[in-house]
């Protein structure tokens, strides 16, 4: 079955770094665009960033370009999400997630929280 398992997230000053990762099975990695998402409280769940298959191409949300940078390591099966330079409203549950088979599936989530 699908699984997509999160892990990195933590307590971090704002300022400070996180890397965050996401392994992936079940599916066809390689074949698959990878994307995170966030969800701070009490607000939607927002699109963070998106990196194509062969992951050549990325995109990010507004609020992230230039601090957060997302890659891929498909012999992993792997999806990470560098996230440089927090701020406190960074602060939230991120997930992992994938397009699959018309749907939209999703990791458990890995809580970031950025604060003093």
């Known amino acids: 079955q699908v699984q997509l398992v999160e892990s990195g997230g933590g307590l971090v000053q704002p300022g400070g770094s996180l890397r965050l990762s996401c392994g992936a099975s079940?599916?066809?990695?390689?074949?698959?665009?990878m994307s995170w998402y966030r969800q701070a409280p009490g607000k939607e769940r927002e699109l963070v960033a998106s990196i194509t298959s062969s992951g050549d191409s990325t995109n990010y949300a507004d609020s992230v370009k230039g601090r957060f940078t997302i890659s891929r390591d498909n012999p992993k099966n792997t999806v990470y999400l560098q996230m440089n330079s927090l701020k406190p409203e960074d602060t939230a549950v991120y997930y992992c997630s994938a397009p699959l088979w018309g749907t939209r599936r999703w990791g458990k989530g890995t809580l970031v929280t950025v604060s003093s």
């Open positions: 079940g599916f066809t990695f390689t074949a698959t665009v």
